[in-house]
């Protein structure tokens, strides 16, 4: 068994660095950024193998490791869990068959994830543990050249384990006898051996190659869910941002020591991770775009990849598109209907999608669209967030989608109509449990109403962005019919801005279906998503328009009193209560006509703001009992009556009589508890709050401001976090606790400054300039 070449290094097997016999032919060579030895071997004599063992790569890892440019940072908590399926027996508390078992860890995720660098992290780590030596075999199971086999391992790893290349036996079964015989002798000597097997595809690559006993240790990375029932597995996700950053930035310093523009534009960097998905093979790629342009900063290559398709992540030899579409054509060879769903799901709108969603766009049954998303889970394509819900990586759905056959185009059009069509008919039977408009049926599509909503809160980003799907292909139909279904449960929830996005999408759409009717309604919803945003001026321009289509149409179905009714609380809201008070009765008699008694509850409710705005407390309080005595146990009734009760509170202390506001605001409070009405629960416990300060029972009204706060917090409402904070500091000084009530309107005033709200800003600024003024020490003359 002759060879040629040159050798560098000592004489002794275990000691020689760097060899190479005979010519490379054959598979390629992925060596990476291995330190330490690496072995091609070319033997003439032997019979040649499956796949040759030209192109094996098989390196043996110096100790101490011979410096490169590697960068590996964070995965702490995957650093501890591998080392310690490494780490060697340390007493008898391990198990009396510790000291001689095999432990096979499998370091699995998507391609470019860095399961290859966390390998050689952990085996640089723990090089003393292994005396017997650190081997690095890539088994090339993703590469175009063929799958590296045991067969094609044998030879070049028995000459890294110091067997003389004249004991090495010809025949692959011989050669595997010899293999098992050696890693039993290293294990009886206590000199256990650790084989990492790099980009394992199947499990038959490495059938042969694992240790039957001796206390060695095994790492397998892998992209795919290989059948090691032993295995312990460990799955690897993307970087967190600042990890993500620090990656960027070592990269750049690496290239050059002065260059910080990872750090010195954090907002661009954090940017660019986004566009790379925070995926280490992407973030490898950008650092050497922007080391080739000295000139470009972070935030502008950011831009340039999230225009450009994943074809645009490539520098030099190393492009992200080459390993995703080894992972996304080896699925489609062995599951091509999986591959398919991939990329119908690469098409469809939104963060996730869910079983059912999936099943749709197949056009297949739910328990046959799980089994093909458990195949894409396992090729490590997508991952499973919660049962029966799951996500596509932005890159790996960018290649999908770029990587589309071209008779797909049919396919995937028909796919997204279903999906419009299920989303509108499932989103109008969840809404039938949100409004329950009374003599309206409920949808059995869900059992409860909690249910449905449960249902509209899970998929509320996808249904906002399939608004915007069906508006960017012109399926009008589809954008207004899911736009005017999601209105009271974005309203409901506070989800605002999104109410407003999809309502003026609906009112393109209806500008293009031209059905006046229909346009009068996308108006109105338009003028209801400003006015709740704030935005009074632009709200009434909206209302202004509805109410002239429908003065136009002679409209009889109360449309023009639910605009009246609108530009009644957007003039309140302006402290137009004379103007406001006018406008509700419009409103009031409009629906007492038509017979519509939720039209007219809401009127009264609406007419008895504006009265509290102009003092006439006692004709509010008429009007308040008149809505509530209208009210019947149904929930929008009774949500209505939630309202009503809340705004017979402010009747109440307007007349001096702030005890019984306090039982009213608590009913209003318990009602919109009841309903899950997290916002109006929010305004109720503020309301509670003042009627207890007007009471004098501060301590309670600190509980209540408190309260209010939290929820505020929950949902996010920073505007209603400062308004809670300045209550909190009135309360703590009605109590006298000064130092604390300037403390909390310290913390109003930096959150109503942040939310660059200056009417906020003034109002605490005026409490603050008065606390001083009450605890200023008179000058002594």
């Known amino acids: 068994m002759g060879s040629c070449g040159v050798t560098n290094g000592d004489t002794d097997p275990e000691l020689v660095h760097n060899t190479v016999t005979g010519g490379v032919s054959g598979l390629a060579v992925q060596a990476g950024e291995i330190h330490g030895n690496v072995v091609f071997h070319h033997h003439e004599n032997c019979p040649a193998p499956s ?3 030209a192109g094996t790569v098989v390196a043996r890892l110096a100790d101490p490791p011979v410096p490169g440019n590697e960068v590996f940072v964070g995965r702490d908590a995957e650093v501890s869990q591998l080392l310690a399926a490494l780490a060697p027996c340390t007493g008898a508390e391990d198990g009396a068959d510790r000291a001689t078992s095999v432990v096979v860890s499998a370091v699995a995720g998507m391609g470019g ?117 032993s295995a312990r597995r460990l799955a690897l996700g993307v970087l967190p941002l600042e990890d993500a950053i620090t990656m960027l930035d070592q990269r750049l310093r690496w290239h050059n020591p002065e260059d910080d523009r990872a750090l010195t534009d954090p907002v661009g ?19 050497g775009l922007l080391n080739d342009e000295p000139h470009l900063d972070a935030d502008t ?24 579409t080894a992972s996304y054509e080896r699925v489609r060879r062995r599951a091509p209907d999986a591959a398919r769903l991939l990329s119908l799901i690469a098409h469809a709108p939104g963060i996730d999608v869910s079983t059912e969603s999936a099943a749709v766009l197949a056009d297949t049954t739910v328990d046959r669209a799980r089994a093909l998303l458990r195949v894409l889970l396992q090729a490590y394509l997508l991952t499973a967030t919660v049962l029966d819900r799951w996500r596509v990586h932005d890159l790996v759905r960018r290649h999908a989608a770029d990587h589309a056959r071209p008779d797909d185009d049919d396919n995937i059009e028909a796919a997204l109509t279903r999906l419009l069509d299920y989303y509108c008919d499932t989103t109008r039977a969840a809404d039938t449990h949100v409004r329950m408009l009374p003599d309206d049926a409920v949808s059995e599509r869900f059992v409860d109403r909690e249910e449905a909503l449960a249902w509209l809160d899970t998929e509320h980003p996808n249904l906002v962005a399939t608004v915007q799907l069906a508006a960017g292909i012109n399926c009008h139909t589809h954008t207004i019919n899911l736009a005017l279904a999601l209105n009271k449960f974005l309203g409901w929830r506070r989800h605002l801005l999104d109410l407003l996005t999809v309502q003026e999408l609906a009112l393109e759409a209806a500008h293009h279906v031209g059905d006046p009717y229909i346009l009068a309604d996308a108006w109105n919803d338009v003028g209801l998503a400003q006015l709740n945003l704030g935005r009074i001026s632009q709200a009434i321009s909206a209302f202004q328009q509805a109410l002239c289509i429908c003065l136009e149409l002679g409209d009889n179905h109360g449309r023009e009193g639910a605009v009246w009714g609108h530009i009644g609380l957007a003039l309140w809201h302006l402290d137009q209560f004379e103007e406001a008070i006018a406008a509700h009765q419009i409103a009031g008699d409009i629906f007492h006509d038509l017979g519509n008694r939720y039209g007219e509850i809401t009127a009264w409710h609406n007419l008895g703001l504006a009265l509290v705005g102009t003092g006439r407390f006692e004709q509010a309080v008429a009007v308040f009992q008149r809505a509530l005595d209208a009210c019947v146990d149904d929930v929008v009734v009774r949500h209505d009556a939630g309202m009503a009760w809340g705004g017979l509170g402010w009747a109440l202390i307007g007349l001096g009589r702030p005890e019984e506001a306090v039982l009213a605001h608590q009913t209003a409070r318990d009602i919109f508890a009841e309903l899950g009405d997290r916002h109006h629960e929010s305004t109720a416990w503020h309301n509670v709050g003042l009627a207890l300060l007007k009471a004098g029972r501060f301590g309670e009204a600190l509980t209540a ?57 003034d109002w605490i600024l005026q409490l603050l300039d008065d606390l001083d003024n009450r605890t200023a020490t008179p000058l002594s003359l």
């Open 269 to 287: 960097a954090a940017r660019l991770v986004r566009a790379c998905g925070a995926l280490p093979l992407a973030l490898l790629i950008a650092a």
């Open 301 to 324: 290559l950011a831009g340039q990849l999230d225009r450009a398709s994943t074809d645009g992540f490539a520098h030099g030899e190393t492009r992200l598109d080459t390993v995703l």
């Open 51 to 53: 796949v040759p063992e």
């Open 113 to 229: 994830v860095g399961k290859s660098a966390l390998a050689r992290h952990c085996a640089l780590t723990a090089l003393r543990w292994f005396s017997g030596g650190v081997f690095w075999i890539d088994l090339q199971g993703y590469s175009d050249g063929g799958l590296v086999t045991a067969a094609a391992v044998y030879s070049p790893l028995l000459r890294r384990l110091g067997v003389p290349a004249d004991r090495i036996p010809d025949q692959t079964d011989e050669r595997a006898a010899v293999y098992d015989q050696v890693l039993r002798d290293l294990g009886a000597a206590g000199r256990p051996v650790l084989l990492v097997l790099d980009n394992a595809s199947t499990a038959s690559q490495l059938q042969g190659l694992l240790p039957a006993s001796g206390g060695h240790r095994v790492v397998v990375t892998t992209r795919d869910t290989l059948a090691l029932p």
């Open 705 to 761: 401001f408190q309260r209010d706060l939290d929820i505020c917090r929950e949902l996010s409402d920073h505007d209603g976090e400062g308004v809670a904070w300045g209550n909190i500091g009135s309360a703590l000084m009605e109590a006298g606790e000064f130092d604390e009530a300037r403390a909390s309107w310290n913390r109003a005033l930096h959150t109503f400054q942040g939310n660059n709200d200056t009417d906020g800003a």
